[in-house]
């Protein structure tokens, strides 16, 4: 249902950034909880970054100061950009999203997303 791109590969130290296109979400009264996962292999998934319906962003603490998670205005584009990269940061990219019923809408990454998408690949090089 959302669509990333942007993935890649990298030599540790440089920037990627993702996007995922996200119009197929469509309105919401309560605006909209989005958010960055990545998986490795077959390990669980884990939350990269989320912004809530103000736009207010969470970072997960292995990225933060690295990472930058945006979305546009009109809420079709959630982007992630990510800086400093490391080879742990390898891993399979995915968005989702969900939308929120009213004003007050908490944001984590237990959120009941409705929206995913299928993920993009990142490899960072040592």
């Known amino acids: 249902q959302l669509a990333e791109s942007g993935g890649g590969s990298v030599p540790a130290g440089g920037s990627l950034r993702l996007s995922c296109a996200t119009s197929?979400?469509?309105?919401?009264?309560?605006?909209?909880?989005m958010a960055w996962f990545r998986r490795v292999g077959g390990a669980e998934r884990e939350g990269v970054a989320n912004?809530?319906?103000?736009?207010?962003?969470m970072y997960a603490d292995s990225v933060k100061g690295r990472f930058t998670i945006s979305r546009d205005e009109a809420v079709t584009t959630l982007d992630l950009q990510m800086n400093g990269l490391k080879p742990e940061d390898t891993a399979v990219y995915i968005c989702?999203?969900?939308?929120?019923?009213?004003?007050?809408?908490?944001?984590?990454?237990?959120?009941?997303?409705?929206?995913w998408g299928e993920g993009t690949q990142v490899t960072v090089n040592s």
């Open positions: 989702a999203a969900r939308k929120c019923a009213t004003r007050y809408c908490p944001c984590t990454f237990e959120s009941n997303f409705e929206y």
């Open positions: 197929r979400v469509g309105y919401s009264y309560g605006g909209h909880c």
């Open positions: 912004i809530d319906n103000a736009r207010r962003p």
